[in-house]
């Protein structure tokens, strides 16, 4: 499926032919799911150590020393935000002074589409949070939207490694299909999954695998929501309206993403911005996100209801 999108955009001849190994495939499944999975693991992990009472103060097992680690990680995303920040910067300033449908200019916008992909991941932990609690002000009736926004909120590390898989996935989709409709490309979904295809698997399973690992903490949520007398109609739609939360998230994110894209595609092409944003890939992101909400919704309730076998009392005393 590849050789032929590489024909098709002039980088590989006429009658090329794979040479395929069956290994080389397995090797990078690996690689990359497995790099996706310990990337997750630890902000999984804290959150669902965390005890009933730090869930109930508001700490969300997240603690406040400022370690030598966490202050060396707080640089390392400083200075990849920084980077990403300049390559934005600069492909504006190039695909505004080259022509339009110049080669400098399609080259500055698509790089600066996937420079903003990459500024907006690094800003994911502390945009999703942020953002979650925006959401969790929509007035609505029940006390499962009230658990569940409160949930979100506390869980913040949580919620921001379940988002930033299903935010690669939408911005990809933002990016390529982007430039396709802005007459930058000729991006078809055949060419898009050879290029993409293990990629947003990898992504799709990395925050199934988020959920997953957080299951326990979950559990103990639910139970302990049970011993203070919530109905179990109740305690389900707060799961639900969490995966909402944490697909909100994920498209609210992507849509920044794809306006950032359209702004690139339209300085590239000599269009107007509001007409090439009009003109965005807004079919592909629409069934990329429902499938969004469909997997975090189904991957909550089933993480929290793993374990059902037991008691109320055995889940509260239950540890990872």
């Given at each position: 499926?590849?050789?032929?999108?590489?024909?098709?955009?002039?980088?590989?001849?006429?009658?090329?032919?794979?040479?395929?190994?069956?290994?080389?495939?397995?090797?990078?499944?690996?690689?990359?799911?497995?790099?996706?999975?310990?990337?997750?693991?630890?902000?999984?992990?804290?959150?669902?150590?965390?005890?009933?009472?730090?869930?109930?103060?508001?700490?969300?097992?997240?603690?406040?020393?400022?370690?030598?680690?966490?202050?060396l990680?707080?640089?390392?995303?400083?200075?990849?935000?920084?980077?990403?920040?300049?390559?934005?910067?600069?492909?504006?300033?190039?695909?505004?002074?080259?022509g339009?449908?110049?080669?400098?200019?399609?080259?500055?916008?698509?790089?600066?589409?996937?420079?903003?992909?990459?500024?907006?991941?690094?800003?994911?932990?502390?945009?999703?949070?942020?953002?979650?609690?925006?959401?969790?002000?929509?007035?609505?009736?029940?006390?499962a939207?009230?658990?569940?926004?409160?949930?979100?909120?506390l869980?913040?590390?949580?919620?921001?490694?379940?988002?930033l898989?299903?935010?690669?996935?939408?911005?990809?989709?933002?990016?390529?299909?982007?430039?396709?409709?802005?007459?930058?490309?000729?991006?078809?979904?055949?060419g898009?999954?050879?290029?993409?295809?293990?990629?947003?698997?990898?992504?799709?399973?990395?925050?199934?695998?988020?959920?997953?690992?957080?299951?326990?903490?979950?559990?103990?949520?639910?139970?302990?929501?049970?011993?203070?007398?919530?109905?179990?109609?109740?305690?389900?739609?707060?799961?639900?309206?969490?995966?909402?939360?944490?697909?909100?998230?994920?498209?609210?994110?992507?849509?920044?993403?794809?306006?950032?894209?359209?702004?690139?595609?339209?300085?590239?092409?000599?269009?107007?911005?509001?007409?090439?944003?009009?003109r965005?890939?807004?079919?592909?992101?629409?069934?990329?996100?429902?499938?969004?909400?469909?997997?975090?919704?189904?991957?909550?309730?089933?993480?929290?209801?793993?374990?059902?076998?037991?008691?109320?009392?055995?889940?509260?005393?239950?540890?990872?």
């Amino acid at each position: 499926m590849m050789v032929p999108l590489l024909i098709d955009q002039e980088v590989a001849l006429p009658g090329t032919r794979p040479q395929w190994e069956p290994g080389d495939l397995i090797w990078t499944a690996l690689v990359v799911a497995g790099g996706v999975m310990v990337g997750g693991w630890g902000a999984a992990r804290r959150a669902a150590r965390a005890t009933e009472m730090e869930l109930i103060a508001g700490r969300g097992g997240a603690g406040t020393a400022w370690t030598l680690r966490r202050v060396l990680g707080v640089l390392v995303r400083l200075v990849l935000v920084g980077g990403f920040a300049t390559g934005v910067a600069a492909a504006a300033v190039v695909a505004g002074r080259s022509g339009a449908m110049a080669d400098e200019a399609v080259n500055a916008a698509i790089l600066g589409s996937f420079s903003a992909l990459g500024l907006v991941c690094m800003l994911a932990p502390w945009l999703v949070p942020l953002l979650e609690r925006m959401l969790g002000l929509i007035p609505a009736r029940g006390p499962a939207w009230l658990v569940a926004t409160r949930t979100a909120s506390l869980h913040s590390r949580r919620s921001s490694a379940t988002v930033l898989p299903f935010l690669v996935a939408i911005g990809l989709v933002a990016v390529m299909f982007g430039a396709s409709r802005a007459g930058l490309g000729s991006m078809r979904l055949s060419g898009f999954l050879s290029m993409f295809g293990l990629a947003l698997v990898t992504a799709w399973t990395g925050g199934v695998a988020v959920i997953a690992m957080s299951a326990s903490s979950r559990r103990r949520d639910a139970a302990l929501l049970e011993a203070a007398g919530a109905r179990k109609h109740t305690v389900l739609g707060a799961q639900v309206l969490e995966g909402v939360l944490h697909a909100g998230g994920a498209v609210a994110l992507g849509l920044v993403i794809s306006v950032i894209t359209g702004a690139f595609m339209a300085a590239a092409s000599g269009a107007g911005v509001l007409a090439t944003i009009g003109r965005g890939p807004w079919a592909e992101l629409g069934t990329v996100g429902g499938l969004t909400l469909a997997t975090t919704c189904v991957s909550v309730v089933m993480s929290a209801r793993a374990g059902r076998e037991l008691t109320v009392g055995q889940l509260l005393r239950a540890r990872d």
